[in-house]
């Protein structure tokens, strides 16, 4: 069976039920990740939850099949969560469809994948396997996510407001039911007392300005030397279930704007004096000002130099390991923030 990104939601409650096999790709992350949790909150009686990395499938193929015709230890239901990138899971799928019998339901998370994958092809026309691929979303759709999202919780907001919400959060519909949840938590909303009225004025002070600010406070804390903040921020981030790689990107980026800042600072020793001039001249935004001035004192020019190529190693380490990248990120993090609180 093969559904459309179009067509998935209608198709999904029934797939869920007749389906064992779900392979859910595309280059839409968070669309894959809301395609796989629909589809465990579908399954009747799911019961626990087995999770394989796709390395972990791809060095022992036999294994997957194994747990998915087993029984748990107290003869409980379950189901299978695999998360993997392209066909590493090709030749345990293989060997999962080819046993006598059904095994329990299997979903597949598979990034960087496409319905022309081997794995897709192997699945689509079997009735008990499901193929969806997800692209990257349009701001109209994400709009509309947020609405659905923001009723859900009780925060009834106008197209204009979701709109707002979806742009802030990079159409990343992950983010952006973090932010409905503030906003409900803030507003004291619930489905049973919708809130209606200054929904806007909320947003506006507990929002998410940017997709970066999604990342911001983490960003902060690590490079401003915060440990009692960074392992809130990291189940924070564990919660969202969002890409590492995404995550250190936005580390990337604001190193390389504090390479760029004492650059042209120099021998200057007035961060915040300099700063001004760089808001007045449109190179900063004007929140960012007190973390670019607690972090151009931290990391001065030979500091930051190593935390350049700090972060540029642990880029590689995660796309070489990314069964552990969660692990491989958490603590290269910590790493970096002692080397942030050591005197230069």
Known sequence: MKATQKDFASIAPRAAHSCNIFYLCGTDDAGVQDAAHLIASLIRDPGERIEFTGPEAKRDPVRLADEARSTSLFGDTRHIWVRCSGDEAYEAVELLVTGDVAPCPVIIQAANATDKSKTAKLLEKR????????????????????????????????????????????????????????????????????????????????????????????????????????????????????????????????????????????????????????????????????????????WPGSKIERLVARLAALHRALLNDNRSADLVLAQGLAEILRYARRDV
């Open 127 to 298: 009735d008990d396997g499901l193929v969806a691929m997800f692209y990257p979303p349009d701001l109209r759709s994400v709009t509309g996510t947020v609405r659905a999202l923001g009723n859900a919780a009780g925060v009834v907001m106008n197209d204009e407001l979701a709109q707002r919400i979806a742009s802030s959060v990079g159409l990343d519909t992950r983010l952006a039911a973090s932010e409905v949840s503030k906003l409900a938590l803030y507003l004291d909303a619930a489905p049973e007392r919708p809130v209606r009225q200054g929904v806007a004025e909320a947003f506006d002070l507990v929002g998410a300005g940017t997709e970066e600010d999604g990342f911001a406070a983490i960003v902060s804390a690590v490079l401003n030397g915060d440990s009692a903040k960074l392992p809130v921020e990291l189940k924070r981030m564990a919660e969202l279930e969002l890409n590492p790689v995404g995550l250190l990107l936005a580390f990337e980026r604001r190193a390389a704007q504090l390479a760029g800042l004492a650059a042209r600072m120099g021998d200057r020793g007035d961060p915040r004096g300099f700063l001004e001039s760089e808001k007045n001249a449109r190179r900063v935004f004007w929140k960012d000002i007190p973390d670019l001035t607690v972090q151009l004192r931290m």
